[in-house]
């Protein structure tokens, strides 16, 4: 339960927290990953997910993608804070957007041999994984998906050996011909 004062701090009659991705186009320059960032620290909001790229359809233009939590009313106020710093274009969240596509990549390192290696292996089967190394007593699996895709899979590794994860953040994009 969080304290009062806090960014996550519900009231009582307050809407409970939910998750959300966040697109914010920004012009690709020095510091601006900095001040978006501070933004979301100095005010004690989370970043549970973040991914930056320059973007190919604007010039010197970046998209910094932000997976984040918050009431209602937390989440309208990160969205108006984060549309009045200076270099950001442009703030798009895809909550309950049912034409958008969201997936991260992990690369996830088990540790097994025997029937650990053969549980394992059927696993990422059936996940569809690619292995991207392997030896006699480990492997490495690259996964693409849902983040809950990743976090079922990571679960189920985790009793047969699971020793190193690297994931790359969430990515998103709305279906069809629109660009934001």
Do not use: W
Request: proline share 4%; hydrophobic share 40%.
């Amino acid at each position: 339960m969080t304290q009062p004062g806090s960014a996550y701090f519900i009231p009582e009659g307050e809407s409970p927290i939910i998750r959300t991705t966040l697109a914010v186009i920004v012009t690709n320059e020095p510091g601006v990953l900095a001040r978006v960032v501070g933004l979301f620290s100095a005010r004690g909001y989370n970043i549970e997910s973040l991914t930056v790229a320059e973007t190919d359809h604007e010039a010197h233009t970046s998209r910094i993608t932000i997976v984040t939590s918050g009431t209602p009313s937390v989440l309208t106020q990160i969205r108006a804070q984060l549309g009045r710093l200076v270099p950001v274009k442009r703030v798009i969240d895809f909550y309950g957007d049912s034409d958008a596509v969201a997936r991260e990549l992990a690369l996830i390192k088990v540790a097994g041999t025997g029937d650990v290696r053969v549980e394992a292996m059927r696993l990422a089967d059936a996940f569809k994984c690619r292995i991207m190394d392997a030896g006699l007593d480990h492997f490495t699996f690259e996964l693409t998906g849902s983040s809950k895709k990743l976090d079922d899979f990571i679960d189920l590794m985790r009793p047969l050996g699971l020793v190193e994860v690297s994931r790359t953040g969430v990515a998103t994009i709305r279906r069809g011909k629109d660009v934001i």
